[in-house]
């Protein structure tokens, strides 16, 4: 069964930027297309960023010019790269298998325990 172990969460100022990190294991991860969600307290966990096995990109309005997702398939890892970071982007970020259904990502199998990054001052 594959595990997905996120890192990088933290504490950071407004304007500020992190780098998350999400490791896989097992086999076929170059495959499989990967997506960043993220939940923040009292809302909807929501899919903030989405890079395919071919390294195709697509994100959340909230996020776009602010978040770049990329992928080492050598290493089994996925990260995001957020700037600009504003409060609202306070949340718990997840990653997780995703595949394309009826024209929407959707996640598949088992989540992470995920890692937190809160925006404050």
């Known amino acids: 069964q594959v595990q997905l172990v996120e890192s990088g969460g933290g504490l950071v100022q407004p304007g500020g930027s992190l780098r998350l990190s999400c490791a896989a294991s097992?086999?076929?991860?170059?495959?499989?297309?990967m997506g960043w969600y993220r939940q923040a307290p009292g809302k909807q966990r929501e899919l903030v960023a989405g890079?395919?096995?071919?390294?195709?990109?697509n994100y959340a309005d909230s996020v776009k010019g602010r978040f770049t997702i990329s992928r080492d398939n050598g290493k089994n890892t996925v990260y995001l790269q957020m700037n600009s970071l504003k409060p609202e982007d306070t949340a718990v970020y997840y990653c997780?298998?995703?595949?394309?259904?009826?024209?929407?990502?959707?996640?598949?199998?088992?989540w992470g325990q995920g890692t937190r990054v809160t925006v404050s001052l």
């Open positions: 097992g086999s076929m991860f170059s495959s499989i297309a």
């Open positions: 890079i395919t096995s071919g390294e195709g990109t």
């Open positions: 997780n298998r995703i595949m394309n259904i009826g024209g929407s990502w959707r996640a598949w199998g088992s």
